[in-house]
Each structure stands twice: as structure tokens, then as C-alpha cells.
């Protein structure tokens, strides 16, 4: 296992951890609405739970990624899909997970797919430079992204008005 593995797995553990603890903080029942609406504070509202499950399922199918537990790894990261990703990069994020382990499966279609949508979730995704460099997935995504222009043309399919 390569320095930057195991450091990649610890940051996965890290931010499952941080989330676990953030979920078991969160109240189990609703406050009771206050007595007086006027002279309460506005409040922010607080994050839906189903976006902290999502959170926790994407960081769990990356830490089953990482250990090499591919079919668990995908049922987690369509898992957080399912549960609507709060932003934009973790839905990219769990496109690029999805869109790695359909190239190394020899999926080429669905690999591509998984990279637009990934770069449609999030207009500035890239890969790393290890992951570009990736023999397998690599040049699938570079031809994808070199397919993509700022005329709103992506991936080869007018945009959509």
C-alpha cells in the first residue's frame, strides 16, 4: 500500500468519522415550535438527515473502494446518490468512483456515462493527476473532457434547452 493510499484511506475514515459524530449530535425529535412566532429568532435550518446519510454512504462506499470491496463500494456510492448528495462536488465525487470501478470492469459505456455525469454535477471536476494518469480510466476521461465545449455542447450531445 503507497503512502498516498493509506493516506487516502485515512481521510476517508477521518470524514466518516466526523460525520458519524456530526449525525449522532443531531436531536431525536424536533424541538416544539416556540409559543410566540414574533418574538422568535429566526433560526437557519439545520441540514435534512437524509443529506448527512448520503454524506455517510459516499464516504462509506470510498472507504469499501479503497479496500478493494468494489460491489459494496458501488451499492454505498448509488446508495448516497439516491439519497440526493447536498453539493455538487460530492455528486461529482460519486459519479468519479462509479465511473472507475465500470472501466476497470471493462464497461466502457457506462464509464463514460458516470464521467458526464460527473462533470455535469460539477462544471470544474477533474481528475487528480495520479487519477488522470490512470491507464485504464485515464484516457476515457480525457477524451470526454477534451469532447466538451464552452459553447454548452458536452460529451458529444447538444445542450439541452
Known amino acids: 500500500m503507497t503512502s498516498t493510499h493509506c493516506l487516502r484511506h485515512l481521510l476517508c475514515r477521518l470524514t466518516l468519522a466526523l460525520i458519524c459524530s456530526a449525525c449522532a449530535q443531531l436531536p431525536a425529535t424536533a424541538p416544539p415550535p416556540p409559543t410566540d412566532s414574533a418574538a422568535a429568532p429566526a433560526e437557519s435550518p439545520s441540514p435534512p438527515i437524509e443529506s448527512s446519510k448520503a454524506q455517510l454512504a459516499l464516504a462509506a462506499g470510498i472507504a469499501d473502494y479503497e479496500n478493494g470491496s468494489y460491489k459494496l463500494a458501488a451499492r454505498q456510492i448509488q446508495s448516497a446518490l ?42 470544474n471536476f477533474d481528475l487528480t493527476p495520479a487519477e488522470a494518469g490512470h491507464p485504464t480510466w485515464g484516457p476515457v476521461f480525457r477524451k470526454l473532457k477534451a469532447s466538451s465545449n464552452p459553447s454548452g455542447e458536452k460529451h458529444g450531445h447538444p445542450k439541452k434547452k
Open 82 to 123: 439516491a439519497l440526493n448528495l447536498p453539493d455538487a462536488q460530492s455528486r461529482a465525487q460519486a459519479h468519479k468512483y462509479l465511473a472507475f470501478m465500470h472501466c476497470v470492469g471493462g464497461r466502457s459505456r457506462l464509464c463514460r456515462e458516470e464521467f458526464g455525469k460527473a462533470i455535469d454535477a460539477d462544471n
